[in-house]
């Protein structure tokens, strides 16, 4: 700070600490003093802020990357040749989406892994899972508390669900924010409001927690085309925005709300004539890649509360 | 008096990253040949990294292609760092030298990149400027269009979360030019600002 340590109201915030006030990191108690008071140097900070607040919006909506599996050291030529290929891959997004998601467990970690275009013609097995099978397609139609979906290979296949099936729903659903709604917004500073990246209607879910964020809670009011109010529960009001760009997850919905055409991911039993029980399906509305998206699950642990995590770690899966 | 940019908490909202000590075990771990611990780095580190060579490339499939031959450098690596920065640092400047590479590879011309980058700014100043009007949307798609150099030592001291001591360690240059530098990225920001509203 360009300041006489026995004078903080006259001399200004010099550029390392408007930076690093922009930064996030910390800035002395005198500079603190004296951005409370100086109109100019608020400014000056506001203006860093948009900046900084600009590239992490880039790197907010920055896609997610592969992880590719790990051979020896051993092999290290091929190893090289494994992982470019799965980056390769990964940047097909239109033929293909590649994403390894990994939720830490102390017994292992639940993997699930995108790819495309599918090579299954029906139900397939999760890996590691002896009893649970997947199935992944795009869906007809609901029929009660039952969804039809038509598998890669074109073939239609029955997923039934119960009351205790785990059913999440995710993409552009702006609409289902309504008044009244408990949601939890995930987003980013810009200037007195909030740009949402992600809005969890509902009840939390500890699956939607991609890192960069913090979440911020409350009960929507207010609703409008650009955005809501937020009330959090100490009755503050935080203006959010949204935009098409905003992923809505809604991680405990129910089969009625599902729409026709979005990407379906169930994992379940079998069922009587070739049906699927299913204990979860993610319903995916963000890829573009439509029925060439298919997953395979490597879960180590087969609880079905891993596999609603595996199947609503999905749905913060980035657009393809 | 209200602090003008809001009343969230600065803490709320900005993404840090606190796990220095964890960092330097889970280096340790993959030196000994960890695949867990080699998952565990990536998810920890691979957006941010990704993040900021995106930044900088501009395209997406040559970004994950960086990341993954930065990701294999840490493996073959992990026992070759010292603590002399930290791990975030130090991962962010082996991508941007593998980013360098590539790019060199295609003969772009990074020569005039960075002598654009240090050029003085042109900030109005005090008065008002056109980042104050503009959105957020606008600013994203304006330090789009801004020379990598500047793309770059933004996405590193506002992305990467890196202190400016770290990103002079990164770009290998004193920290006054870092900071000169910032300026004249913010500088070429207004300006591209300023030119599309003056076109609207």
Request: proline residues 4%; contains cysteine; hydrophobic residues 40%.
């Amino acid at each position: 700070m360009n300041t006489d340590p026995a004078d903080t109201r006259h001399l200004h915030l010099d550029r390392e600490d408007l930076m690093a006030s922009a930064a996030g990191q910390p800035v002395g108690d005198r500079a603190q003093q004296h951005l409370a008071s100086c109109e100019q140097c608020q400014r000056e900070a506001t203006r860093w802020d948009r900046v900084a607040d600009g590239v992490r919006g880039l790197a907010a909506a920055a896609p997610g990357t592969a992880e590719p599996a790990l051979p020896s050291r051993a092999s290290q030529r091929a190893l090289q040749g494994r992982w470019r290929r799965a980056a390769l891959v990964a940047g097909s997004v239109a033929a293909a989406l590649v994403l390894l998601a990994g939720i830490g467990e102390a017994t292992g970690f639940v993997h699930i892994r995108l790819s495309g275009p599918g090579t299954q013609t029906y139900l397939t097995a999760v890996t590691g899972c002896t009893q649970l099978l997947q199935a992944d397609g795009t869906l007809e139609h609901v029929n009660g508390n039952s969804l039809v979906i038509q598998l890669a290979s074109g073939q239609p296949v029955t997923v039934t669900t119960t009351a205790s099936t785990f059913v999440s729903m995710s993409g552009a659903l702006t609409s289902d924010i309504t008044d009244g709604a408990s949601v939890e917004v995930r987003g980013y500073r810009y200037g007195g409001t909030i740009a949402a990246a992600i809005v969890t209607v509902g009840q939390p879910f500890s699956a939607v927690n991609p890192s960069g964020f913090v979440p911020l809670q409350g009960t929507v009011s207010d609703v409008r085309t650009s955005g809501f109010t937020l009330v959090t529960s100490t009755g503050t009001r935080v203006q959010v925005t949204t935009s098409s760009e905003t992923l809505v997850v809604v991680p405990h919905a129910s089969p009625g709300q599902l729409q026709a055409g979005v990407t379906i991911f169930a994992v379940g039993r079998a069922g009587p004539d070739g049906t699927l029980a299913a204990e979860a399906v993610a319903a995916v509305s963000q890829f573009r890649s439509g029925p060439h998206v298919s997953v395979s699950l490597k879960v180590k642990d087969c609880s079905p509360s891993s596999i609603e995590e595996a199947l609503g770690a999905i749905s913060v899966a980035p657009a393809g | 008096m209200n602090d003008p940019r809001g009343d969230f908490g600065a803490a709320i909202f900005t993404g840090s990253h606190d796990g220095a000590c964890d960092d330097g075990g889970l280096l340790r771990r993959i030196g000994r040949g960890d695949e867990d611990a080699m998952a565990e780095f990536y998810r920890e580190h691979g957006r941010v990294v990704l993040a900021q060579v995106l930044l900088v490339t501009g395209e997406r499939v040559l970004a994950e292609e960086i990341v993954q031959d930065t990701m294999l450098a840490v493996w073959r690596g992990a026992g070759s760092f010292r603590g002399e920065s930290s791990v975030r640092s130090w991962v962010i400047a082996i991508a941007r030298r593998q980013t360098r590479d590539r790019l060199r590879s295609r003969r772009l011309r990074v020569v005039d990149d960075a002598f654009l980058a240090d050029q003085p700014g042109s900030d109005p100043g005090p008065e008002v400027m056109a980042l104050d009007r503009a959105e957020l949307a606008e600013v994203m798609g304006a330090i789009r269009k801004l020379a990598s150099a500047h793309r770059e030592v933004l996405g590193l001291a506002f992305g990467a979360g890196l202190s400016l001591a770290e990103v002079a360690g990164v770009l290998e240059i004193p920290v006054g030019t870092v900071k000169s530098r910032l300026s004249a990225a913010r500088a070429a920001l207004n300006q591209i600002l300023d030119e599309k509203g003056q076109n609207r």
